[in-house]
Nanobody, 125 residues
Framework: QLRLVESGGGLVQPGGSLRLSCAAPGATLDYVAISWFRQAPGKEREGVSCLTGGSSTVYADPVKGRFTISRDNAKTTVYLQMNSLKPEDTAVYYC???????????????????WGQGTQVTVSS
């Protein structure tokens, strides 16, 4: 059973930046797809960004040009650099891992097998 641990959330002012981290203690993050999702109160969980095993990246339209997903060379940690944050980015952010994709929708939560516990990001003045 893979355990994912997110960190790096917090309170930031609009226009600010945060970097989220996702680690898998005792394991390497070398899977078909590793993604970040978020869920705001009263809303469905939505995909934010995906890093594939081939190192391709996908971003949801609301975060394109502001967020960047990456992974360290040792494949122990996946990051989400979030710049120019907006109040609408406020949510609990989760990382997730897929072992086998069944569709081409890389930001579909149903495609993912393992999830972290989430980290809160609040963008407010």
């Amino acid at each position: 059973q893979l355990r994912l641990v997110e960190s790096g959330g917090g309170l930031v002012q609009p226009g600010g930046s945060l970097r989220l981290s996702c680690a898998a203690p005792g394991a390497t993050l070398d899977y078909v797809a590793i993604s970040w999702f978020r869920q705001a109160p009263g809303k469905e969980r939505e995909g934010v960004s995906c890093l594939t095993g081939g190192s391709s990246t996908v971003y949801a339209d609301p975060v394109k040009g502001r967020f960047t997903i990456s992974r360290d060379n040792a494949k122990t940690t996946v990051y989400l650099q979030m710049n120019s944050l907006k109040p609408e980015d406020t949510a609990v952010y989760y990382c997730a891992v897929s072992e086998n994709l069944h569709s081409s929708d890389l930001l579909q939560p149903a495609e993912y097998d393992y999830w972290g516990q989430g980290t809160q990001v609040t963008v407010s003045s």
